[in-house]
């Protein structure tokens, strides 16, 4: 049967509405975290224009808040992943 088949794509649109729906508080977290670090990454970089000059602690800032930003933006960015395999009947590499 192909994907564009009448009750089978809507059995899986119905199979994605539910993973949505149960990863929603994740998703949301995941935001709020992202939301988070890009303000602290904003922040510190402002710090670093009015000083001129980057110290240890605006460094290590700037690189922890892009690393929670890239592993927030992975774990939603899974669950759509999986979200896919179930629309297309196919394994994407993890």
Do not use: H, N
């Not at 602690?57 to 992943?81: D, E, H, K, P, Y």
């Amino acid at each position: 049967m192909t994907p564009e088949s009448g009750p089978d794509l809507k059995d899986r649109a119905a199979v994605v509405a539910e993973l949505a729906r149960l990863y929603r508080p994740e998703r949301i977290t995941y935001l709020v975290i992202s939301i988070l670090a890009l303000a602290m990454v904003v922040a510190c970089t402002v710090v670093v224009i009015v000083r001129q000059g980057i110290e240890w602690a605006q460094l290590t800032l700037l690189f922890g808040s892009s690393g929670i930003i890239t592993f927030a933006c992975s774990r939603v960015l899974l669950m759509w992943s999986r979200a896919m395999e179930v629309v297309f009947s196919v394994k994407f590499d993890q």
